[in-house]
């Protein structure tokens, strides 16, 4: 999953909050998914468009893009992004369908309180910098009254508690042993040198001295619990949706969960319908290639590149996927002649440079990766000249060694795109 919807929140996404959407004004989410054509809060007598079906329980194209748009990124996405991203916000709404489900073959039965209501109303009013009366009349232009929003905050947070409660019982006790604490703090804390070992790698002994156990056990203990639980509930929800009926209208998306959940006949199938489309995607391509790639059908994953080039000649991701698939293939000589083109029409496209000069090194093309490492910190010393940070996360420091650059791209890179390792399962 993408980081809009990070690790944990894959889980927490479907614990839904009053979210506002800044556009003209406010709504809350609860009135955003009941309002429809008609205004006034009051549903239209027409029927949403139905995007998937889970075991007969429909998502709605409004509940969807509602949820998209929350979970929106603040910057652009490529065209290799927008598809998992599209993806992982409707797997969010199909796992949430499941839980809930669960829930009513559990019987599960939660309360709200009032002073739950009280603080995430005033949270509301905190977040957004507004007095009760600025929102109140911010609400009111579009037909919805405060009493609505505390009813909607009310809904949210049982369906939260609900979810929450679901969970924990579904996925029961987790359990810590003493080993586990032990065998992590061995790892996170390994035994300092000796003064006489220091002293002779040059190091000082007295900075890598250790916490005792008994300081950081709890703090251990939780670190592995959370990641036990975190897997457990992920191995929950994939055998819930193993076992569940699930239907994808949306082509793309269809084509996609096929691919993501090793259906590769049927995403062979899918995407090479969408590549004969007259105004095609190019990462279609991409995803069909890595469909034959799973198969084992090189040659057929290879001709799809070479059609997709002649198709897209100056697209650059598709030369890079292209050159990472003749990389898996041990034919590194032509692996390097697709990204010297990608080079010479790369400009100062910083996370382009990175990705060339991943590749160049993990070729053994040294000169070129210098060449490209080179890029990249004139790169990233302009953008800091103009306080515009190359990466997210990166540091504002005027000079940017080759560490500081590779940690910071890297990062970045492990943020917002999707590697095609990703497929290659």
Same mark, same amino acid.
């Given at each position: 999953?993408?980081?809009?919807l990070?690790?944990?929140?894959?889980?927490?996404?479907?614990?839904?909050?009053?979210?506002?959407?800044?556009?003209?004004?406010?709504?809350?989410?609860?009135?955003?998914?009941?309002?429809?054509s008609?205004?006034?809060?009051?549903?239209s007598?027409?029927?949403?468009?139905?995007?998937a079906?889970?075991n007969?329980?429909?998502?709605?194209?409004?509940e969807?893009?509602?949820?998209?748009?929350q979970?929106?990124?603040?910057?652009?996405?490529?065209?290799?992004q927008?598809?998992?991203?599209?993806?992982?916000?409707?797997?969010?709404?199909?796992e949430? *369908?499941?839980?809930? !489900?669960? =829930? /009513?073959?559990?019987?599960? %039965?939660?309360?709200? &309180?009032?002073?739950?209501?009280?603080? @995430?109303?005033?949270?509301i009013?905190?977040?957004?910098?507004?007095?009760?009366?600025?929102?109140?009349?911010?609400?009111s232009?579009?037909?919805?009254?405060?009493?609505?929003?505390?009813?909607?905050?009310?809904?949210?947070?049982?369906?939260?508690?609900?979810?929450?409660?679901?969970?924990d019982?579904?996925?029961?006790?987790?359990?810590?042993?003493?080993?586990?604490?032990?065998?992590?703090?061995?790892?996170?804390?390994?035994e300092?040198?000796?003064?006489?070992?220091?002293a002779?790698n040059?190091?000082?002994?007295?900075?890598?001295?250790?916490?005792a156990?008994?300081?950081?056990?709890?703090?251990?203990?939780?670190?592995?619990?959370?990641?036990?639980?975190?897997?457990?509930?992920?191995?929950?929800? *994939?055998?819930?949706? !193993?076992? =569940? /009926?699930?239907?994808?209208? %949306?082509?793309?998306? &269809?084509?996609?969960?096929?691919?993501? @959940?090793?259906?590769?006949?049927?995403?062979?199938?899918?995407?090479?319908?969408?590549?004969?489309?007259?105004?095609?995607?190019?990462i279609?391509?991409?995803?069909?290639?890595?469909?034959?790639k799973?198969?084992?059908?090189?040659?057929?994953?290879?001709?799809?590149?070479?059609?997709?080039i002649?198709?897209?000649?100056?697209?650059?991701?598709?030369?890079?996927?292209?050159?990472?698939?003749?990389?898996?293939?041990?034919?590194?000589?032509?692996?390097?002649?697709?990204?010297?083109?990608v080079?010479?029409?790369?400009?100062?496209?910083?996370?382009?440079?990175?990705?060339?000069?991943?590749?160049?090194?993990?070729?053994?093309?040294?000169?070129?990766?210098?060449?490209?490492?080179?890029?990249?910190?004139?790169?990233?010393?302009?953008?800091?000249?103009?306080?515009?940070?190359?990466?997210?996360?990166?540091?504002?420091?005027?000079?940017?060694? @080759?560490?500081?650059?590779?940690?910071?791209?890297e990062?970045?890179?492990n943020?917002?795109?999707?590697?095609?390792?990703?497929?290659?399962?």
């Amino acid at each position: 999953m993408f980081d809009t919807l990070r690790d944990n929140s894959k889980i927490i996404v479907y614990i839904v909050v009053i979210i506002f959407v800044i556009s003209g004004g406010f709504m809350g989410f609860g009135a955003y998914l009941n309002r429809q054509s008609g205004g006034g809060g009051q549903a239209s007598n027409q029927t949403p468009a139905v995007i998937a079906e889970v075991n007969g329980m429909e998502i709605s194209q409004q509940e969807y893009y509602s949820l998209l748009q929350q979970q929106a990124p603040q910057s652009n996405l490529s065209s290799s992004q927008i598809i998992p991203f599209r993806y992982n916000v409707l797997n969010a709404l199909i796992e949430r *369908k499941l839980i809930m !489900a669960q =829930a /009513e073959t559990l019987d599960i %039965n939660v309360e709200v &309180s009032k002073s739950e209501i009280d603080e @995430n109303y005033k949270n509301i009013l905190d977040q957004n910098k507004m007095t009760e009366e600025e929102l109140t009349a911010a609400l009111s232009k579009q037909g919805y009254t405060l009493g609505e929003l505390r009813s909607d905050i009310k809904s949210n947070l049982k369906e939260s508690k609900t979810i929450t409660k679901t969970i924990d019982k579904s996925v029961g006790e987790i359990k810590v042993s003493e080993q586990e604490i032990k065998d992590l703090y061995n790892k996170k804390y390994p035994e300092p040198e000796s003064e006489t070992k220091a002293a002779e790698n040059n190091t000082d002994s007295e900075s890598s001295q250790r916490p005792a156990l008994s300081d950081v056990r709890s703090d251990l203990k939780s670190e592995i619990k959370n990641k036990k639980r975190n897997e457990a509930i992920n191995k929950w929800l *994939k055998d819930l949706k !193993a076992s =569940a /009926e699930i239907t994808i209208n %949306n082509p793309v998306l &269809s084509a996609y969960h096929a691919l993501q @959940n090793e259906n590769y006949t049927t995403a062979v199938e899918k995407f090479s319908e969408l590549v004969k489309q007259e105004e095609t995607d190019p990462i279609f391509y991409t995803y069909l290639a890595r469909s034959y790639k799973q198969q084992d059908k090189f040659d057929q994953a290879k001709e799809v590149y070479e059609n997709a080039i002649k198709a897209f000649p100056e697209n650059n991701n598709l030369r890079i996927n292209y050159a990472q698939f003749l990389a898996d293939q041990n034919n590194n000589e032509a692996a390097i002649t697709q990204l010297d083109k990608v080079a010479a029409a790369a400009k100062d496209d910083f996370m382009t440079h990175y990705q060339l000069y991943m590749m160049y090194s993990r070729l053994g093309a040294e000169e070129k990766a210098k060449a490209e490492m080179e890029e990249i910190q004139r790169l990233s010393k302009q953008m800091q000249s103009k306080n515009v940070p190359s990466v997210p996360g990166e540091n504002d420091e005027e000079n940017t060694n @080759n560490t500081d650059v590779k940690d910071a791209a890297e990062e970045s890179n492990n943020k917002i795109e999707e590697s095609s390792q990703g497929n290659s399962k």
